[in-house]
């Protein structure tokens, strides 16, 4: 199992270019997740999915937008980027909450710099 | 919203040391997880807890679910240098069961 995998590693963009990171994950897990994680503040959730179909806002939501298409992967869109989402962006994924039991699985990092 | 605290920030320990640190929350959790993340690399985990009052072990690496359910701790005893990362506590918390993380707890381990 890869568990989960995520498309760029880095990145590098200019202000208002777009851009769409990938995550894969080969658990057969419902759940999936996308944080960012910046110096000093820990992990923050940006939307998330609860299946394929759906998706839902997070804490920090605005200026991103997120596909579930499929069950294993989860996409994270930035229509025109910002310096304030300089970041390092993770996904992860998690087997169905219903039973309480919710250990999320991390992707390695997308390590995303605006200019 | 809820809110985790977690403590220290940052810690310096000799190598065979032994650590402690701990999360507080607003709120009552229903699960703790504690997270290592090594430098360039996502969080993994290290230790699940799901009852008040659970005592868990990995290896080195002791955590336990306070019995108020707002607390847990991490304890990692005789410290080596590979144990050098951050470490994260996360509670689950919120309608839909979104875990809420710490600020982390940075560890750095002196041969």
């Known amino acids: 199992n890869a568990g989960v995998t995520q498309t760029p590693k880095f990145r590098v963009l200019k202000t208002g270019q777009s851009m769409t990171l990938l995550c894969a994950q080969d658990?057969?897990?419902?759940?999936m997740y996308w944080y960012r994680q910046d110096p000093g503040m820990g992990l923050r959730l940006i939307h998330y999915s609860v299946g394929e179909g759906t998706t839902a806002k997070g804490e920090v939501p605005d200026g991103y937008n997120v596909s579930r298409l499929k069950k294993q992967n989860f996409l994270l869109g930035l229509e025109s980027a910002a310096p304030s989402q300089t970041s390092v962006y993770f996904c992860?994924?998690?087997?169905?909450?219903?039973?309480?039991?919710?250990?999320?699985?991390f992707g390695p990092g997308t390590r995303l710099t605006v200019l | 919203g809820q809110q985790l605290n977690q403590s220290p920030q940052s810690m310096f320990i000799q190598e065979g040391e032994d650590v402690s640190m701990n999360c507080t929350s607003s709120?009552?959790?229903?699960?703790w997880l504690w997270y290592k993340q090594d430098p360039g690399e996502g969080p993994v985990l290290l230790i699940a807890l799901y009852k008040a009052g659970e005592l868990t072990s990995n290896g080195r690496l002791t955590a336990q679910f306070g019995i108020t359910r707002k607390d847990s701790f991490l304890n990692i005893s005789a410290s080596i240098p590979s144990d050098v990362g951050i470490y994260f506590c996360a509670g689950r918390g919120g309608s839909q069961g979104n875990l809420i993380f710490g600020k982390g707890t940075k560890l750095s381990v002196k041969p």
């Open positions: 992860a994924s998690s087997y169905y909450v219903g039973t309480a039991y919710n250990e999320q699985f």
């Open positions: 709120s009552i959790f229903n699960t």
């Open positions: 658990m057969n897990h419902e759940y």
